[in-house]
């Protein structure tokens, strides 16, 4: 297992898959190293491509949003994506490039070793969770592997394109809070 700087290095100089050719920048993650909570994405869209930062186009802000629900923000939260590339056109990741990107992942949460973490969407549901995951079915439930509680919930960029499933992205923010009230984890709210 590497070290937070020598896995931030050698992800950002990676060439292990065809993304390597169309990025502008690498987007690691973003938060504190040392947060009890992380939320996984699916990789990098075009201004996450641009910034090199995850979640900063609408669906980051909306993230941002809902993360102000329950007191959470990028300042008491780990955010990463499962590929740490941009796919061509916003694509799903397909499993090659999934597979070649994993093991950082796997170090940054060997590293952070949270307690919690939210898969954002069905494709970090599926990967990180099980791979028969149905997010219409599924987001909100909760399962528990060696002491990290983890769940998945609707992408944001979902949440934008189909209002309809607020509401039940909403119940499962307040299942979020809950949890991490049980965990007894301090959450410090922003600007505090």
């Known amino acids: 297992m590497l070290d937070w700087e020598a896995l931030e290095q050698r992800c950002m100089s990676c060439n292990q898959c065809g993304l390597c050719s169309t990025r502008h920048h690498v987007v ?6 040392n947060a009890q909570i ?15 930062e995850p979640f900063v186009g609408p669906a980051g802000q909306f993230l941002d949003d809902m993360l102000s629900i329950i007191d ?17 056109r916003n694509r799903d990741p397909k499993e090659e490039e999934q597979d070649a990107c994993i093991a950082y992942l ?29 997010i219409t079915r599924e987001h909100g439930t909760w399962v528990e592997r060696k002491g990290v509680w983890m769940t998945a919930i ?28 049980e965990l007894g984890i301090a959450v410090m709210p922003p600007g505090l």
Not at 28 to 33: A, I, K, L
Not at 38 to 52: A, C, N, S, T, V
Not at 164 to 173: A, G, I, N, V, Y
């Open 28 to 33: 690691f993650g973003v938060g504190p190293r």
């Open 38 to 52: 992380m939320f996984i994405g699916e990789g990098p869209g075009e201004q996450e491509d641009l910034k090199g």
């Open 72 to 88: 959470l923000s990028r300042h008491n939260c780990y955010i990463a994506n499962i590929v740490k590339c941009r796919p061509p």
């Open 106 to 134: 796997r170090n940054q949460v060997a590293l952070l070793r949270p307690k919690i973490i939210i898969c954002l969407g069905r494709i970090a549901a599926k990967r990180i969770l099980d791979p028969n995951f149905r």
């Open 154 to 181: 609707y992408h944001p960029s979902a949440l934008l394109r189909d209002i309809s499933k607020r509401p039940e992205t909403f119940d499962d923010l307040l299942s979020i809070r809950q949890k991490i009230r």
